[in-house]
DNA sequence: AATGTAGTCAACCGCAGGCAT
DNA sequence: CATGCCTGCGGTTGACTACAT
């Protein structure tokens, strides 16, 4: 970053600098929103003497110098989220970013692609899926152990998420009108605000079962409790159907079939839906 | 050790929508 | 209602870094 730019850096353009900034502009644009807020963008040169395009200015607050800034790479759980997200939205990155407190469109558009865009999963997503298939391997052992002592102890079947919504027979009828068909808060105000499709439902659904257990956790964890409803997330794999992009079916396929995993079948889908 | 390639990050551009005048 | 400005969004590009050969 510091390093003298080269290439596009330090050209100037109609009076605006371009290219890389220096801590000295951000020390600049930092104190400005100290003091005046955001908003306003083109109004930082003229108050502050920065070059900087009001566009400029914006995204260097928004992408790197906002305190509440998540730095670090993006968590396994962060990713299924994106995933999901990506099924449902497409390349909406600001929307999918609402969801992802901490991370901006541009960190989430750049981790797509360079993770999910190509035509074949990179080392990266590889191990990803193997994180992913680690963690949800911990997760069922872990889950057997809790649900053994939960059937013991809990006879009376408190039920909300104990995982047999769409575990027996026909999950497809199960759709829509479950809870996972209200993912993520977002969605849910999109729903109102008009937004949101029956379509867009059913991908969702099949998103929903398609990540399970990990991000299912995660989304749930907010849709649920606005959907009032059960969770009920597991008991399939990925449909052909499933996402928005074909091209990015066999990075789908490698990165999340869970082929390499040997789980029993009724293990696997109590250990994701006892979760709730 | 040198070189090539892939991955990552930061920043730019153009466009569209919202809002004030 | 029309127009112009501002803001936000998505796509793209360029530079740097890490890893592989």
């Known amino acids: 970053m510091e390093g003298a730019p080269l290439g596009w850096g330090r050209q100037e353009v109609d009076g605006w600098r371009k290219g890389p900034w220096t801590s000295q502009e951000d020390k600049l644009l930092v104190e400005h929103v100290r003091q005046h807020g955001e908003g306003r963008w083109n109004s930082v040169s003229k108050l502050t003497g920065l070059k900087r395009s009001g566009k400029s200015c914006r995204l260097r607050w928004v992408n790197y110098l906002r305190p509440d800034l998540k730095r670090g790479k993006i968590t396994p759980q962060e990713e299924s989220i994106i995933v999901q997200l990506h099924a449902l939205w497409g390349n909406r990155w600001s929307t999918i970013a609402r969801s992802l407190p901490g991370r901006t469109d541009n960190e989430i558009k750049n981790y797509w692609r360079t993770h999910f865009k190509k035509g074949k999963p990179s080392k990266n997503i590889e191990r990803a899926r193997a994180r992913f298939l680690k963690q949800r391997q911990e997760m069922q052992s872990q889950q057997q152990l809790a649900g053994q002592v939960a059937r013991d102890e809990n006879q009376d079947g408190g039920g909300a998420r104990t995982g047999t919504a769409v575990d027996d027979d026909d999950r497809g009828s199960a759709v829509v009108d479950d809870a996972c068909a209200a993912p993520a808060p977002a969605v849910a105000a999109e729903a109102a605000a008009g937004h949101h499709h029956h379509h867009e439902d059913l991908i969702m659904h099949d ?22 409803g059960t969770g009920s997330c597991c008991g399939s794999t990925a449909s052909d159907e499933y996402g928005s992009g074909e091209e990015d079916a066999a990075t789908w396929g490698s990165l999340w079939n869970l082929d390499g995993v040997v789980v029993p079948d009724d293990a696997a889908a109590g250990a994701c839906c006892t979760l709730w």
């Open 207 to 228: 998103a929903m079962d398609f990540m399970c257990p990990m991000s299912c956790a995660l989304l749930l964890h907010g849709a649920v409790h606005q959907g009032g």
